[in-house]
T-cell receptor, first 111, second 117 residues
Framework: GEDVEQSLFLSVREGDSSVINCTYTDSSSTYLYWYKQEPGAGLQLLTY?????DMKQDQRLTVLLNKKDKHLSLRIADTQTGDSAIYFC???????????FGKGTMLLVSP | NAGVMQNPRHLVRRRGQEARLRCSPMKGHSHVYWYRQLPEEGLKFMVYLQKENIIDESGMPKERFSAEFPKEGPSILRIQQVVRGDSAAYFC???????????????FGPGTRLTVT
């Protein structure tokens, strides 16, 4: 199976909170990332968390990590139509190692 | 501070031709990664380079694909004798050196979309 798994699609209304989930299998993962990709564009690094942390908050973004269950989530508060994009979860083992990506979750925000 | 730059943004090649994709890392970054994204798929790692060195090429197909990061100039991903299955978006990422204190941050370019006809 895939090393990193995500649900493929999420639809929310503007102003609601969005929660995007991700599971990973490599217990030696040290860094876990969230990237955002808009149509036809590259990937934008949103946030990341070290495996020794449980939570990280950055403005409207909250990352939760459950290391025991190998579960990562990204919560976007007050979701806006501009947040519509594909969100990728990724893991790496060390600072210089390569990233292993999930297939991405398409977030659709309706007015 | 310019981000990661890739060119061309779009490239069309006929089967059997060569494709050359270029990547200029962010200023001050010494590590370059190439990833490939097939339609409706996540990104798959291909190769990781530092200046004049290939560090990890475990994701590169064994034939037709090569990469370099010379002392001067951009990193090049070269695909010889392209086939239709090579059609994909190719992304380059760069990260700063260990001495920056943040070597784990990879920043991506806009990608090159290769179409093989």
């Amino acid at each position: 199976g895939e090393d990193v798994e995500q649900s493929l699609f999420l639809s929310v209304r503007e102003g609601d909170s969005s929660v995007i989930n991700c599971t990973y299998t490599d217990s030696s993962s040290t860094y876990l990332y969230w990237y955002k990709q808009e149509p036809g564009a590259g990937l934008q690094l949103l946030t990341y968390i070290f495996s020794n942390m449980d939570m990280k908050q950055d403005q409207r973004l909250t990352v939760l990590l459950n290391k025991k269950d190998k579960h990562l989530s990204l919560r976007i508060a007050d979701t806006q139509t501009g947040d519509s994009a594909i969100y990728f979860c990724a893991e790496s083992i060390s600072g210089y190692s390569t990233l292993t990506f999930g297939k991405g979750t398409m977030l659709l925000v309706s007015p | 501070n310019a981000g990661v730059m890739q060119n061309p943004r779009h490239l069309v090649r006929r089967r059997g031709q060569e494709a050359r994709l270029r990547c200029s890392p962010m200023k001050g970054h010494s590590h370059v990664y190439w990833y490939r994204q097939l339609p409706e798929e996540g990104l798959k790692f291909m190769v990781y380079l530092q200046k004049e060195n290939i560090i990890d090429e475990s994701g590169m197909p064994k034939e037709r694909f090569s990469a370099e990061f010379p002392k001067e100039g951009p990193s090049i991903l070269r695909i010889q004798q392209v086939v239709r299955g090579d059609s994909a978006a190719y992304f380059c990422a760069s990260s700063p050196s260990l001495f920056s204190g943040r070597p784990y941050e990879q920043y991506f370019g806009p990608g090159t979309r290769l179409t093989v006809t």
